[in-house]
């Protein structure tokens, strides 16, 4: 299996999404971590929020980004939302529950809420790069 390649640049991400009252927050922080790692989660008044400041975090969406071959309606999507050095992207919550990824294009494509990932870095163009093309090692 060949080994990830990070790229040496800033980034901090956050997991956001909020905790509906029919939802068991243990459930919903477990959805989380089935699509992420290495990351501080903390549970408060029904929403969740999740910080890290490695791409390692993003691991297993970058692995199937590339694996679906969904390179080019997550680069659509994140360029769209692209701001300065800041993106973000909706992710649907149900999915994450049975560890599948699906992004949203609209927040309520997820009818309990969706996990929004806001990725911030003064070099976004490169974060987006790695995130949504393979990198070869060298």
């Not at 060949?2 to 922080?29: G, H, R, T, W, Y």
């Not at 659509?76 to 149900?94: A, D, G, V």
Request: with cysteine; glycine share 2%; charged share 25%.
């Amino acid at each position: 299996m060949d080994q990830m390649i990070f790229p040496s640049v800033k980034c901090q991400i956050e997991i956001l999404c909020s905790i509906n009252p029919s939802e068991d927050p243990e459930k919903v922080n477990l959805a989380i971590s089935n699509l992420f790692s290495n990351f501080e989660a903390k549970t408060e008044n029904f929403s969740f929020r999740g910080k890290s400041n490695s791409l390692k975090t993003l691991e297993k969406i970058q692995e199937y980004i590339h694996s679906m071959k969904a390179q080019r309606i997550y680069k659509k999507i994140i360029e769209k939302n692209l701001t300065r050095n800041s993106t973000w992207f909706y992710l649907n919550k149900q999915a994450a529950f049975v560890n599948k990824f699906a992004i949203c294009e609209e927040s309520d494509e997820s009818p309990l809420g969706p996990i929004k990932v806001i990725l911030t870095s003064p070099n976004i163009d490169r974060v987006i790069a790695w995130l949504t093309f393979r990198e070869e090692s060298s």
